[in-house]
Each structure stands twice: as C-alpha cells, then as structure tokens.
C-alpha cells in the first residue's frame, strides 16, 4: 500500500466508525480498565544507540553537536562523522542474544503487566518490520522483527503488549549535522537522516536540545501525513493496547494529526475488540481523549482521571550505556505505591545491551520488584484512591524530570489505596515499632468502623487501637523491612 492509499484508507476508517476526528467525538473514548487496573509496566529502549554506549540514548543527535562531549568521543573513537556516521553503528547492532521469551519470563516475574518497546526512538531506525522505512531491524542490524517477536512473547505470557514511537522528534533530530561536513549531508541517506530540519537564524536558542525554530514551527505537512501513516501502519500490524508518544506531538502543527490518528487507533481497535489508549505528554490531547503521562516525575495529589509516570531505572541513560548508575529496587517500589495512591500507573524502563541481553544491575531490581509485589501486590492491583492519597511530611515534587534522588521517607509517611471494602495502608519506611496512623483516628462514634487489621505479607491478625488523635498498630519482627510494607484494614 502507498502512503496515499494509507491516508485514504485512513480517512475511510473514520468517515466510518465511531470516533470522528474532533476532540468532542474522541472524548468520549473511556480508559481501558485493564490499565486502570494493572498499574504496573515494563518500557524498553533498546536501538543503535546502544551499541557506541556513551552519553545517553540521544547520542544520535550530539555526535554531530560540537559542543557537546558526545562529538569528542565519537571522532577520538571512530573517526569523523563524514567517514562514521550514525549509520555506521547499524551493522554493529546485531542483538545476536535477544531472546524475546527470555525477556518475557522476567517482566512477568518482575510483577508488570503490560510490556512497551520503542519501536523507533528520535534516531529514525524502526525496531519493527515496515514499509515505509527500509531503515528497520528486519532488514538491517539484528535481521529480525524485534518488536513483533517481543509482541509474540508477551501474547504467550499474558502480558498487555504496547508500542511506542518517537517518529516525530526525527524531524530535527539530526540537524546539527547540517552544521559541518558530515554524513547527514550526504543524500544517499537522506531516507534515514532526514529531513533534519535546521534554520541557522534560530540556532542560538535552544528548548528541550532543539532549536527555538523547529519548537514553535512545527513539522511540514509533508512530513506530518508520513507521520500518519508510519504510525497508522505501526497500530495496524501489532495491535498494541498503548500507543505511547514522547513530547515533541504538543506542537500545534501536529493537532489535526492527532486527531485522525486518534480517531484511526480507536476506531481500529473497536474493530478489533480491545481496549486501548494513547500516551501523551504536556498539553497534546485534552485528559478525556487520552491518558497523561508525566516523564520522570509524579503527581503531589490524587488525580479524578488515571494517568502515568514513565521513568527508568538507569539515572544517567533509557538507553543501554557503560556507566550507567541504577535505582535500587526500594526506591523504585516507593514511587509505584506513591503513584498508584493517586490514581497512577508506573512504567519503568530498561536498556538492554547491544547483543540484546538485559543488564544483571536491572535483572536484580526487577526481580526485587517482583518479590515485593508477590507480596504485596494486592493492595497495588485492580485497586483505586481512598479519601486521601497518604499522610507523612514527604510528598513528590511537581513536574518532569523531578526522581532522581530517593525521597527520604519516614515512619511517618503512610500511602493508602482501596479495593472491595478494605484500605490498604503502607508504610513507606518502615522502623519496626508501632505504626500510628493519624487518618484512622476514631474523632467520633459515627466514624468509620475497622473491623480487622492484617499485615499483608503475612495474612496475620494484628493488634490494634483506635483512639482520638490515631490508630496504633502492636508491631511485631515482620514490621522491620527496607521496604514498604503494607497494612490490609476492612472498615465498615
């Protein structure tokens, strides 16, 4: 099918179906009650960036930015970037140890449900099999369909499979190769490096890495329907439940766009039967067309509509890089109970290595993970907000990129969730004594009942009381954990 044929296709769908390309049509889309439920998902980068392993996973761009270290290391260790380009790491990219069943057997004992690989990051290299870029892990590099074959395995597992595409940051990705003589110029790669976009009037400003211009410009329309279609392609031959995009589709010249794609997406997977949704970042979509998500940060209260904080275990890189430093998995679990208290979802993201191999610093954290929700997880699961997210002095900051460091919880800090009658308080940094809580205070007789208190872990019946400023709860050993450990309480 041509890219014309697409676009008419595209157009029949929604001339057709039940969602039109307004933002009045798409509001009535309703989040999917598995990801309402599931709370917990695995994000992948894995791409050529993995393979030069320095910086983080933009190497792509600041390899041919000056004044970017990047560019230092790139000429020292393979040469100019008019002799080695970006392309040249293709061929070093042989993913010859990817195992999708493997990658599979440990995200489901990590505890996630739902699995989402970047089918093409900002460098414009497709990690699936297409037929709109010959610049695709089918045809080059590994030589195989990672994303289908990680598809398949998550379908073998019952893990919700979903995608993600970076497509539209391509448009300036590589524009500082425009800069000096490099292979960016050279037009038999102009399909992979291009169009990288580049006005030298604008280039002293910069927001987020890309020039002033290119932020509030937008895309051409040429490039906006080749968008389109890639994307449309990408839903229709993997089905996924999430169709996650990174920041750069808030421009305004994308907003026609995502309404036909929303439209598209939604209206394909009423044919299919499934329930989906889209991810999007700042202001892209109004919160009822699709679910927010919040890069690297969380929300400071309970939010009326479900969203998502996506972050990575590795601080430095998404991507695969050599010196790399990691989140323990205490600092991971702390965030998933403070986000799910407010009515969030985690999805926490790996690198794997360039031979496709997972490192053995985030097999341990989500296999950590995993042993604490074994545990745990009924109170994270199919559960929804209570009256009040938590208590304690400690809250997340506002915002993206704000979880870097570890929150400095205390004994006082408590995170609550609810499900069937029953709340289920955690303590988030537990010291092994007594746990008062202030919010089941009994202020008087027509407070709530609680009829029992149990540690979850356990399944044993605590001892507890009730009295006008908190509830203690009679600690036992099982209360002295490095993790938080949770509290399941039944009210009447």
């Given at each position: 099918?041509?890219?014309?044929?697409?676009?008419?296709l595209i157009?029949?769908?929604?001339?057709?179906?039940?969602y039109?390309?307004?933002?009045?049509?798409?509001?009535?889309?309703?989040?999917?009650?598995?990801?309402?439920?599931?709370?917990?998902?695995?994000?992948?980068?894995?791409?050529?960036?993995?393979?030069?392993?320095?910086?983080?996973?933009?190497?792509?761009?600041?390899?041919?930015?000056?004044?970017?270290?990047?560019?230092?290391?790139?000429?020292?260790?393979?040469?100019?970037?008019?002799?080695?380009?970006?392309?040249?790491?293709?061929?070093?990219?042989?993913?010859?140890?990817?195992?999708?069943?493997?990658?599979?057997?440990?995200?489901?004992?990590?505890?996630?449900?739902?699995?989402?690989?970047?089918?093409?990051?900002?460098d414009?290299?497709?990690?699936?099999?297409?037929d709109?870029?010959?610049?695709?892990?089918?045809?080059?590099?590994?030589?195989?369909?990672?994303?289908?074959?990680?598809?398949?395995?998550?379908?073998?597992?019952n893990?919700?499979?979903?995608?993600?595409?970076h497509r539209?940051?391509?448009?300036?990705?590589?524009?500082?190769?425009?800069?000096?003589?490099?292979?960016?110029?050279?037009d038999?790669?102009?399909?992979?490096?291009?169009p990288?976009?580049?006005?030298?009037?604008?280039?002293?400003g910069?927001?987020?890495g890309?020039?002033?211009?290119?932020?509030s410009?937008?895309?051409?329309?040429?490039?906006?329907?080749?968008?389109?279609?890639?994307t449309?392609?990408?839903?229709?031959?993997?089905?996924?439940?999430?169709?996650?995009?990174?920041?750069?589709?808030?421009?305004?010249?994308?907003?026609?766009?995502?309404?036909?794609?929303a439209?598209?997406?939604?209206?394909?997977?009423?044919?299919?039967?499934?329930?989906?949704?889209?991810?999007?970042?700042?202001?892209?979509?109004?919160?009822?067309?699709?679910?927010?998500?919040?890069?690297?940060?969380?929300?400071?209260?309970?939010?009326?509509?479900?969203?998502?904080?996506?972050?990575?275990?590795?601080?430095?890189?998404w991507?695969?890089i050599?010196?790399?430093?990691?989140?323990?998995?205490?600092?991971?679990?702390?965030?998933?109970?403070?986000?799910?208290?407010?009515?969030?979802?985690?999805?926490?993201n790996?690198?794997?290595?360039?031979?496709?191999?997972?490192?053995?610093?985030?097999t341990?954290?989500?296999?950590?993970?995993?042993?604490?929700?074994?545990?745990?997880?009924?109170?994270?699961?199919g559960?929804?907000?209570?009256?009040?997210?938590?208590?304690?002095?400690?809250?997340?900051?506002?915002?993206?990129?704000?979880?870097?460091?570890?929150?400095?919880?205390?004994?006082?800090?408590?995170?609550?969730?609810?499900?069937?009658?029953?709340?289920y308080?955690?303590?988030?940094?537990?010291?092994?004594?007594?746990?008062?809580?202030?919010?089941?205070?009994?202020?008087?007789?027509h407070?709530f009942?609680?009829?029992?208190?149990?540690?979850?872990?356990?399944n044993?019946?605590?001892?507890?009381?009730?009295?006008?400023?908190?509830?203690?709860?009679?600690?036992?050993?099982?209360?002295?954990?490095?993790?938080?450990?949770?509290?399941k309480i039944?009210?009447?």
């Open positions: 099918m041509t890219k014309q044929e697409y676009l008419t157009d029949t769908v929604i001339e057709n179906g039940k039109k390309d307004d933002w009045a049509s798409l509001s009535h889309h309703k989040t999917p009650d598995w990801f309402v439920n599931d709370k917990f998902g695995i994000f992948i980068h894995f791409g050529i960036y993995s393979v030069p392993a320095f910086g983080n996973e933009w190497y792509a761009r600041a390899m041919y930015d000056k004044n970017e270290r990047e560019f230092v290391h790139h000429v020292k260790t393979y040469g100019n970037q008019n002799e080695f380009g970006y392309k040249d790491f293709i061929p070093m990219f042989k993913a010859e140890k990817f195992n999708a069943g493997e990658w599979a057997d440990l995200f489901k004992k990590s505890g996630a449900k739902y699995v989402m690989p970047v089918a093409e990051h900002h414009g290299f497709a990690m699936y099999e297409t709109f870029n010959r610049w695709n892990a089918k045809k080059m590099g590994p030589c195989k369909d990672i994303v289908g074959e990680l598809k398949n395995a998550c379908d073998e597992k893990l919700v499979f979903c995608a993600s595409s539209a940051e391509h448009y300036f990705f590589m524009n500082m190769g425009r800069t000096f003589d490099s292979d960016v110029n050279n038999e790669y102009a399909d992979f490096y291009g990288a976009y580049y006005c030298p009037e604008f280039d002293s910069t927001v987020h890309t020039t002033a211009d290119t932020y410009r937008g895309a051409s329309q040429e490039w906006l329907e080749d968008w389109l279609v890639r449309c392609e990408l839903i229709d031959k993997y089905q996924p439940k999430i169709m996650y995009f990174d920041w750069w589709i808030h421009n305004h010249s994308f907003k026609p766009y995502l309404k036909k794609l439209a598209y997406y939604y209206n394909r997977a009423e044919e299919w039967g499934k329930e989906v949704t889209i991810n999007y970042k700042h202001e892209a979509f109004p919160p009822t067309v699709a679910t927010f998500d919040v890069e690297r940060g969380a929300l400071t209260d309970i939010s009326p509509v479900p969203w998502q904080t996506d972050t990575a275990i590795g601080k430095k890189s991507g695969y050599t010196d790399n430093e990691y989140k323990p998995a205490r600092q991971i679990i702390c965030d998933l109970v403070d986000i799910v208290s407010k009515n969030g979802n985690l999805l926490i790996i690198g794997p290595k360039a031979d496709g191999t997972i490192t053995e610093e985030e341990k954290v989500l296999l950590g993970i995993g042993e604490w929700l074994n545990a745990n997880g009924e109170g994270i699961y559960t929804t907000f209570w009256k009040q997210f938590g208590e304690g002095e400690v809250n997340a900051e506002e915002g993206f990129f704000k979880d870097y460091h570890e929150k400095k919880f205390t004994s006082e800090d408590f995170r609550f969730t609810y499900k069937n009658g029953f709340v308080a955690f303590q988030m940094r537990p010291d092994g004594n007594d746990v008062k809580i202030k919010a089941f205070a009994k202020h008087n007789p407070d009942i609680v009829s029992s208190v149990t540690l979850l872990s356990t044993e019946r605590l001892e507890f009381e009730r009295t006008a400023n908190e509830m203690i709860i009679k600690a036992n050993d099982d209360f002295k954990s490095d993790n938080p450990i949770c509290f039944e009210i009447n």
